[in-house]
């Protein structure tokens, strides 16, 4: 495969229309979910450079010109299958979990071990599939995809294709916010960059879990007097934690021991405890002062009376119709 083409058609298109509007599907999410835009790997939150989308391009938006335009396909041939969420039993421990990515201590997305061989062979088929019939997919529209659409798309952090959801679509500029679905962290992708999803590539679940982390509540903030996890003093807990569970590129992966509590009725996700070397995760939070423990997880409702309830938050935590709140 043509290196040159891949940086053409894919790189300088999702660096050229990630966008800093925070998208309507999230910005009112009782989650707290305010924006789904931050990398995976995101320690630094000023790192990711974004740009605003050029009308003026040159390129043919609606197409990627390459060398051997032999490959052809019927988008009307194309079906869009569903991939399935995971689920874990309760009261169950894993060791060697994986954090991948967290919005805050009441939503972070995990990954445990039991798929892990299974998953990299089936990344990397897919990988090999998109890339070796690149010119198959060159002339899909934006109209085609909707959303909460499962898709496969292109990041040009990591030069590979991964699964992915579409949370929203801006028509003009034609580009998604996706979310990868098996990892958890999101960001605008220019239509260039975005596959249908072929049924091959549905027979794993989705890797990442999204949970919440039991017996801790965002502190009250001193200056504004309200308590979530998007006061100053929350956003400061996150980014800790953040330092604490996801490594930079250039670090090993820390992984974790997870416990699946009880699934209550009240809340869409299910509660965690999570220990690091032992310690509880819970407890490094609440010594570090920027959160408090509780007793009773139900506190967390008080907070969060709607959380489950959000479009944005069905296709960002994979909370089924039946499971609303």
Known sequence: MNEQLIDNAFIKKSNEY????????????DSGVVSRITPLSSINENKLNINHYNNNDDDDDESITTENQSLSFNLTDISKPVLKYKKCEEYMQYSNCLITYLDHPSAIFIQIPEDGSAFQQMHQDMNRFYMDNLNAYSNISINFFEIGNFCV?????????????????????????????DFGNSEWIHIKGIRPLHAEYTKLKIQSIPVTLSYILPKKDLKTGAINWNTNTGKQCTRNLRRLLIKPDSEPFLFVSVTFLSKEIWWPLPFVDV?????????????????????????????????GTHPSENLIFGIQPSEQF
């Open 18 to 29: 990630k966008q800093s509007t925070l998208s309507p599907l999230t910005d009112m999410a």
């Open 275 to 307: 220990k690091i070397d032992g310690q509880d995760l819970a407890n490094i939070l609440h010594n570090d002062g920027f959160a408090r423990l509780t007793r009773n997880n139900k506190d967390l409702k008080m907070i969060y009376p709607n959380f």
């Open 153 to 181: 798309a292109y990041s040009s952090q990591y030069f590979e294709f991964f699964r992915a959801r579409i949370l929203n679509i801006d028509h003009r500029n034609k580009q998604c916010l996706i979310i990868y679905v």
